[in-house]
Nanobody, 116 residues
Framework: QVQLVESGGGLVQAGGSLRLSCAASGSGFSFNSMAWYRQAPGKQRELVAAISSGGRTNYRDSVKGRFTISRDNAKNTVYLQMSSLKPEDTAVYYC??????????WGKGTQVTVFS
């Protein structure tokens, strides 16, 4: 059974930084794409950043230049370095992974709150 566990969320002042981590537990799997999504109160879940197994990345426009996604394939871990945070970045951030056998996995989320 694969589980994704996020960590690193918290409360930060606008302009500050946070680093989210998502580690996969279990065995006998490897991931194709990994990503971070977020969902703010009253809004739909949205893609923040994604990274392929080969390291190709893509970001939503509002975080380009501020967020960096990376991964450690040996550890089945994905990271999201967030800088120059804004109050509108406040949301629950979810880790997502897609395995090579087309299974989709989600973490339970970690809260990020940015205050001005």
């Amino acid at each position: 059974q694969v589980q994704l566990v996020e960590s690193g969320g918290g409360l930060v002042q606008a302009g500050g930084s946070l680093r989210l981590s998502c580690a996969a537990s279990g065995s006998g799997f490897s991931f194709n794409s990994m990503a971070w999504y977020r969902q703010a109160p009253g809004k739909q879940r949205e893609l923040v950043a994604a990274i392929s197994s080969g390291g190709r990345t893509n970001y939503r426009d509002s975080v380009k230049g501020r967020f960096t996604i990376s991964r450690d394939n040996a550890k089945n871990t994905v990271y999201l370095q967030m800088s120059s945070l804004k109050p509108e970045d406040t949301a629950v951030y979810y880790c997502y992974a897609n395995s090579y056998d087309e299974m989709n996995y989600w973490g339970k989320g970690t809260q990020v709150t940015v205050f001005s």
